[in-house]
Structure formats: structure tokens, C-alpha cells
């Protein structure tokens, strides 16, 4: 059974796609991937084909529509009547729609996020378009996956879907624990550097802190942005700008933290409802966190106290919990991280992806 895999995406950073596709191959489909060039590529060496789009457009504005056309194309060439659709987000999705029509084949919608109701896009005329395609084409999915049960639940309770909730957490990391020795102490940011990431207010932290080097890993938009900020509040010599890491890299660099951080704001309910990648990346990292007390954050907590929470972002406040959590250590935090490693892993989300197709091939083959 073949599946064609579809994301605006360059693939070499996104470690969803490449665990979903990594299990599917492992047990017995036929995966086809599909991304873009859309902000630079890498070769990549996957063990299956992998098929990336070459983007014109320098703009997001145009760089969506080019790539759904160009999309709609190449899934027409490698689908067929043996063939289950994997869409990745929404702006995959209508050329997946279209080709399933078509043909008369089966769709799986992944969303990683609730799209529209991301903070880039918040009143802007662009969440308008999205918002119809989202109200157009959700309703009739038949499959569907999502990332946490906040997003399943505000998908389910907006569109009458059941998405089932496969949480993009990495692969359980068994290795011995090595606890460094830092000095200065290492606080970690990874992930986008984007709006509504709590990075400001955590740069604005450390001027309460003392013996620290705050690195940020990952880039975006607002990079040049915080890069300034630094410079204004002199504080070059306790933040540091990483860049993009590839994935083995920045397990590497996770590993050797003290304490890292997860401060996203209620910039919309994408990210109030999210689960973010970096909270189970320390976790199997055996990193404590601090948090801010969003539902799935907190249901991560309540259930295993890896790390401390905040209630808000006041700068002053995010450094007493940072201060807490190196003044206890990381050893204080292990038995908990333990547990969380063992419970939140790639194993334990593979058997839904599973049982999901396997129900889309009885059900269509």
C-alpha cells in the first residue's frame, strides 16, 4: 500500500513528518514524501523517496498559492488507486482534497497546529482565507490526526471531526544520564523564534540572574528583533543566538542544559491548546522545564512534576523559577523525568498511527 506523504514544508527540521513517515516505512507501506524548498534545503537521506518543490515565490503571500498548485501536480503523478493521502497541516491540504476526490482514494489529515488561529496570522486578511478553506474542508474528513487532546477536542467541538491524538514527542531516549558541571549555569530556549514564545520576557529575566548563559537555538522572524533587545539591555554576555540546528545537533545541545524553558503566550488558542515539542524533547533529554500553565503543559505537571510552573510572564517572576529550579539541580528532578521519559515517547504514540491506517485500508481496499 503506498502512502503519499504532502507538507509546506523543507522537511529537514520537521521531526513529525519524519517519525510518522519512519514508522509507516518501518511497517510495510510504500512512503512517498513531498515538501518544499521554501526558505533553503538540505540533501536529505531518508529510506524512501523523497520529492521536494522548487518555490519562486520569496513571500509567504505568494508562496503558499504556487505550492499548492505545484502540490496538486505531483500528487495527480505519484497516486493512484492504491494510494492513501497523508496531508500535513492546512496548507497542504486542498490539493489532498482535490487528488482524493478525484481518484476516489482515501485522505488522512495530520494538523500539527490549529492553523487559523495562529498568532502570525491573527487579524491579518490571509486568517479569513484560511478560515474558509478550514470551515470547507474539515467536515467532511473522514481521518484525521492532531497533537494534543486540547486540539482534538476544539476540532471535534467546531467541526463535528474525531481526530485521533498522536502527540509529537521523540523517541525514548534509554542512554545513561550525565549530569554536567556547568559554570556559568545553562538555560535553554529551542524552537522558532517567533512572537508569542515568551523569549522576550525570558531575555528580560536574566538581568535577575546571575551565573547564566541563556542560548537560544532556532531561528525566525523576530530573531533580528531580540538579537536588539540584547544589545539595548547589554546583555551580550549572558544570551546567546544559536541559530537553527539540525536535529542531532540540538539533541546534543538539549542534553547539556540546566534548566530549560517553555513560556509560550495565549497569543490564540494554537498556542494555548499546544503541547510544544521542545517539553518531551527535555523530558527524554532528562532536562527539568519551566512552564507556563497552559492546559497540556499543566497536564504534563500534574501528572509528573519535571520541572516548576509560572502563572504569568513578568520577568522577575520567570527568573525565581528558573533560580528554583538550579538551586534544586537537575538531580532533584531525575526520578520525575524518568517516569515522564518512559510515558512520553514516539513508542507509545506509534501504535494510534497504526491502528488509524490500518482502519483507513479495511475500510477503503
Partial sequence: MKIVVSAFSNLYTDQRIEKV???????????????????????????????????????????YPEFNWKLYFELKKYADKQTILLANDLDALLPNVLI??????????????????MPAIQGRFTQKIW?????????????????????????????GVKPVVVRNIPKQIKDMVTIPDNNPKIILYQGAINQSRGITQAILATQYLENVIFKIAGDGPKLKEYQQLVKDKKLQDKVQFLGKLLPDDLRKLTKTA?????????????????????????????VPLVMINFPEMLRVYKQFKVGEIIENHEPQNIADKIIKV????????????????????????EDKILRLFQQVVAENF
Avoid at 509507516?24 to 534545503?41: E, F, K, M, P, Q
Avoid at 481521518?143 to 467546531?158: C, D, G, L
Avoid at 538550579?326 to 504514540?349: M, V
Wanted: net charge negative.
Fill in 21 to 63: 513517515c519512519d514508522t509507516l516505512s518501518r511497517n510495510g507501506y510504500a512512503v512517498t514524501l513531498i515538501g518544499n524548498d521554501y526558505g533553503g534545503s538540505v540533501d536529505m537521506q531518508r529510506p524512501y523517496p523523497v520529492k521536494i518543490i522548487r518555490q519562486k515565490s520569496t513571500s509567504l503571500k505568494t508562496a
Fill in 100 to 117: 482524493a476526490k478525484q481518484i476516489g482514494i482515501p485522505l488522512v489529515f495530520d494538523s500539527h497546529e490549529i492553523f487559523t488561529e
Fill in 131 to 159: 478560515r474558509f478553506l478550514e470551515r470547507k474542508l474539515l467536515p467532511n474528513l473522514q481521518y484525521m490526526m492532531t497533537e494534543s487532546e486540547s486540539y482534538a477536542e476544539w476540532f471535534s467541538q467546531k467541526y
Fill in 258 to 286: 540546566d534548566v530549560a524553558l517553555s513560556l509560550e503566550e495565549n497569543g490564540g488558542v494554537s498556542y494555548l491548546y499546544s503541547l510544544p515539542n521542545k517539553v518531551a524533547d527535555c523530558i527524554q533529554a532528562r
Fill in 326 to 349: 538550579l538551586r534544586n539541580g537537575r538531580s532533584y528532578y531525575q526520578a520525575e523525568l524518568e517516569k515522564a521519559a518512559a510515558e512520553l515517547c514516539w513508542e507509545k504514540e
